[in-house]
């Protein structure tokens, strides 16, 4: 029996550029945490990471694309949360609402994140690349069990996404005094197939806490 292949370690100069480009990341979501995204230019991110601002343009074209690269990266590492999270759960409607509500959450818990995953939108190729699979996988899981009826587990998660993004919207364009993460993920559990009374009960349960990983 052929044994696998033992994966190339990476070289010097590829850890060495992976680790200036996380320095220039951890510096502008640091200024981003402090003063919001207006407050951030390429010279205060390259100032706190201690790098050159000619090495700031080997990574990144513009002030505007490290704050996209912000806002994946933390999108990314929310989806690599809720994996963890759900890992050893069994219900696939509790999986979903779950996970739902956690990313709705986002924009409750901090707007300035809120807004800017709004601002990212349904176009942006990398934010559904991070949740998209995510909620295709959630959404399998339900169907093949038998707890979801959906005819277009593709079309189902484009919805989930879509409407993430203009709740989102709603509730930061307007009052923000009712959180809408429970509705959120109760009508998102009725339009998988899960009996209105239910997905009330179901998106009304306990929030786990989110894993560090």
């Known amino acids: 029996m052929n044994t696998p292949a033992a994966v190339a370690p990476k070289s010097l100069r590829v850890r060495k550029a992976e680790a200036t480009r996380r320095r220039l990341l951890d510096a502008a979501r640091a200024q981003m945490a402090e003063g919001g995204p207006e407050s951030i230019t390429i010279q205060t991110i390259t100032t706190n990471a201690d790098i050159g601002q000619g090495t700031f343009y080997n990574y990144f074209a513009s002030r505007d694309e490290v704050i996209d690269a912000v806002i ?21 409607a509790e999986i979903y609402s779950f996970s739902t509500r956690h990313l709705m959450h986002t924009a409750v818990s901090d707007p300035v994140w809120g807004w800017l995953v709004v601002r990212l939108g349904i176009a942006q190729d990398g934010l559904l690349s991070a949740l998209g699979p995510r909620a295709s996988r959630d959404l399998q899981i339900g169907v093949d069990s038998g707890r979801f009826k959906i005819e277009d587990v593709s079309i189902a998660s484009a919805m989930t996404f879509g409407s993430l993004l203009s709740v989102m919207h709603n509730y930061l364009d307007g009052d923000r005094t009712t959180n809408p993460s429970e509705l959120y993920a109760e009508n998102l559990l009725r339009m998988a197939g899960v009996p209105a009374d239910e997905a009330h009960e179901i998106a009304h349960r306990p929030l786990p806490t989110l894993p560090v990983v």
């Open 72 to 92: 994946l990266d933390a999108v990314e590492s929310l989806g690599q949360r809720l994996d963890a999270m759900t890992a050893n759960m069994t219900d696939a």
